[in-house]
């Protein structure tokens, strides 16, 4: 008998005091226990003894009950079984919402732990934390230390205009020709536009050639217009902030040359229409450009030539001469596409709401050189309608 009791004793957890008398153990386990006798004799199987609690199993062993650890993972009332006996809240990391486990208990989100959680928008910044670098991830501009948030990510700041929404309109942000980093700042892809961040940094916009409608045309002259009426588009530009000139495309025609010489576009008489108070001097040049892509503003536009105060004397509404330069020639039995923008001084008196538009009423007064700084072109033109070719708004428009 003592023998027997020795050897229980040692594979079994259970002392023996007094004479002969046997005292059941506790039954508790430490992390490197196994599964332990409760005393209780003459089981046959684990059902045969009593439940041992949460997270231990009931197990019979040489006719004696005990109990051993419950699989990690089962469920339990603080959430799940830890392998060595105990009801944890956790874990792993992901077993709670903050992302974080810490022995057992799931830790509060915090600023500094190393997660994405708690509100933040990338891991220990945004949200309730401090602003996120350029590149970390963003809901909105207080998320980022630089105020910007582009596509989901931190961006370097840029200019006020970059900070605002895309006109509704049109899809632009800031003017063409402004200095940017990436094309998010000139514009958002709207219908036939594209803004883009050109190679020179500076905005431009690519407006698809399949958008382009046809106005005018159509007819037997020496020389023949066409009007493109959806590029340019509406436009707007906003106050100085130390770029030099508001520019923006307001016509797009193009010239066929049906003679046997190559022609020079010399002189452009065009009108300016106003609306919203605006005034003539606000325009402080006018640019035509030879459009060598077929876009409204592709890269490699040239200019043609600029006139400056177009609409007050001398000029008086005539732009030119442009004969002297090269990118002004329609070759023969060619077309050839132009541009012509108005352009705004950054000295110039800023009134929200002003708009322009310019107009070419007709093909009087216009005038071709044959060859380079040749005569004036004395033949036929034709193809623009009555009520001429009118241009695209350009509006006044705060950031």
Same mark, same amino acid.
């Given at each position: ?20 008398? *046997? ?70 990391? !992901? ?37 996120? =670098?350029?590149?970390?991830?963003? &809901? ?21 205009? !970059?900070?605002?929404?895309? *006109? ?10 402004? !200095? ?29 050639? =399949?958008?382009?409608? =046809? ?9 023949? +217009? ?39 576009? *010399? ?26 892509? &077929? ?5 490699? =536009? ?21 004969? &002297? ?18 352009? +705004? ?46 241009? !695209? ?7």
């Amino acid at each position: 008998m003592t023998d027997t009791a020795e050897a229980t004793s040692t594979s079994g957890d259970v002392s023996t005091s007094g004479a002969g008398t *046997d005292e059941a153990s506790t039954g508790m386990l430490s992390a490197s226990s196994g599964a332990g006798s409760t005393g209780e004799p003459g089981c046959k199987a684990a059902k045969d003894c009593p439940a041992p609690g949460e997270c231990l199993t009931a197990t019979c062993e040489a006719g004696l009950c005990g109990q051993a650890p419950a699989p990690m993972g089962m469920a339990c009332g603080l959430g799940q079984c830890d392998g060595l006996g105990q009801c944890v809240e956790c874990l792993i990391d !992901a077993d709670c919402a903050s992302q974080v486990c810490q022995a057992g208990v799931c830790a509060p989100a915090g600023c500094g732990d190393g997660k994405k959680n708690g509100g933040e928008s990338d891991v220990d910044c945004g949200g309730p934390c401090g602003g996120c =670098d350029v590149g970390e991830g963003c &809901g909105a501009p207080a998320d980022c230390l630089s105020g910007v948030c582009t596509g989901g990510k931190c961006a370097a700041p840029g200019p006020a205009c !970059a900070q605002g929404p895309a *006109d509704v309109a049109t899809g632009q942000r800031c003017p063409l020709f402004m !200095a940017c980093t990436q094309s998010v700042e000139c514009g958002d892809f709207l219908g036939c536009q594209q803004w883009f961040c050109n190679n020179t940094k500076t905005c431009e916009l690519n407006a698809k050639v =399949d958008c382009w409608t =046809d106005k005018g045309g159509g007819c037997n002259a020496e020389v023949v +217009f066409t009007q493109h009426t959806l590029p340019p588009v509406a436009k707007r530009f906003v106050p100085p902030d130390n770029v030099n000139f508001r520019e923006l495309a307001s016509l797009a025609f193009t010239v066929k040359n049906n003679t046997g010489s190559d022609l020079y576009l *010399d002189k452009l008489p065009l009108q300016l229409e106003l609306m919203g108070g605006g005034s003539k001097f606000d325009v402080s040049s006018v640019k035509i450009f030879d459009n060598s892509g &077929g876009t409204e503003h592709g890269p490699g =536009d040239l200019l043609v030539c600029l006139t400056a105060d177009p609409f007050s004397f001398p000029a008086n509404g005539v732009m030119g001469p442009c004969g &002297g330069s090269a990118f002004s020639k329609v070759l023969k039995g060619q077309s050839n596409q132009f541009i012509v923008n108005v352009a +705004f001084a950054k000295d110039n008196t800023f009134i929200a709401g002003r708009s322009y538009r310019l107009v070419m009423a007709g093909t009087a007064g216009v005038e071709f050189k044959v060859g380079f700084n040749g005569p004036v072109f004395g033949g036929s033109m034709c193809g623009v309608p009555n009520g001429g070719f009118v241009g !695209a708004w350009v509006t006044a428009q705060k950031p």
